[in-house]
C-alpha cells in the first residue's frame, strides 16, 4: 500500500493513505490543488499542488476531481463597478413608474376588469 508524506500547518508532519487525499485540478486556470483531512487534529488542510505534484498524485491514482468552466464564468469582486447613486435612483424610478412593456410582447398586464382577473365560478352556466 502507498503512503504519502505531507505536512500539516498544525502538527507538522504525517502521513497519508491514497485515499484520504484529494486532488483538484482547475486545467482554465492552470492551477491545482490538493486536500486532506488531518488525522491528528481533524482539521481540513488545502496545499497548493505545482505541476510536480500535481503530476505525482496523479500517477499514484490519487483521487481526482476537475473544476467545472462553469465555476470560473462568475463575476470576480473586482470585474464590475459598484452601484452608484445614478443606479439606486433608476431603480426607484423604476418601482415608482413600473417597467415599461412592449404591448407587442405576450406578458401584457391583464385589464382590471378582464376576464383574467375574475374568479372562476364552477357552477356559471
Request: overall charge negative; glycine content about 8%; aromatic content about 6%.
Amino acid at each position: 500500500m502507498t503512503r504519502i508524506t505531507t505536512g500539516c500547518p498544525r502538527c507538522g508532519r504525517i502521513e497519508l493513505e491514497i485515499d484520504d487525499i484529494t486532488l483538484v485540478l482547475s486545467p482554465y486556470e492552470g492551477t491545482a490543488w490538493y486536500l486532506f483531512d488531518c488525522l491528528t487534529c481533524v482539521h481540513r488542510v488545502v496545499k497548493p499542488a505545482p505541476t510536480s505534484v500535481a503530476a505525482a498524485l496523479t500517477s499514484v491514482e490519487v483521487r481526482s476531481w476537475t473544476v467545472p468552466a462553469e465555476v470560473l464564468e462568475r463575476e470576480r469582486p473586482g470585474e464590475r463597478p459598484p452601484l452608484g447613486v445614478d443606479d439606486l435612483l433608476d431603480v426607484l424610478l423604476w418601482l415608482r413608474t413600473g417597467p415599461e412593456i412592449d404591448p407587442g410582447t405576450p406578458f401584457r398586464r391583464p385589464s382590471p376588469g378582464g376576464a383574467g382577473n375574475r374568479p372562476a365560478r364552477p357552477n356559471a352556466a
